[in-house]
Nanobody, 125 residues
């Protein structure tokens, strides 16, 4: 059974740092894209950052220069290093994988999108 296990959220003062981790477990053969989305209260979920299996990254404009996304393909793990945090970064952060191939008892399975449960990040002013 495939799972995304997130960790690293918490409460931090403005200007501080946090590092989020997300490990995909299960019989995973490959993952195309690993990403972090976030959803603030009363707002839609939005992409914070993504990284492809070739290392290409993409960031929301407001986090460029402050957040760094990286992945360890051998461990099916993605990280989000968040520096110079601002109160407006407060949100639930969700790990997301796209284009995931897994091995099941009945053969290969494909997931277009798979989500983690989310981890709360709160930045106080």
């Amino acid at each position: 059974q495939v799972q995304l296990v997130e960790s690293g959220g918490g409460l931090v003062q403005a200007g501080g740092s946090l590092r989020l981790s997300c490990a995909a477990s299960g019989s995973i053969r490959s993952i195309n894209v690993m990403a972090w989305y976030r959803q603030a209260p009363g707002k839609q979920r939005e992409l914070a950052a993504l990284v492809t299996n070739t290392g290409t990254t993409n960031y929301k404009d407001s986090v460029k220069g402050r957040f760094t996304i990286s992945r360890e393909n051998a461990r099916n793990t993605v990280y989000l290093q968040m520096n110079s945090l601002k109160p407006e970064d407060t949100a639930v952060y969700y790990c997301n994988v796209q284009g995931m191939q897994t091995m099941t008892e009945s053969g290969m399975a494909w997931y277009d999108n798979f989500w983690g449960q989310g981890t709360q990040v709160t930045v106080s002013s």
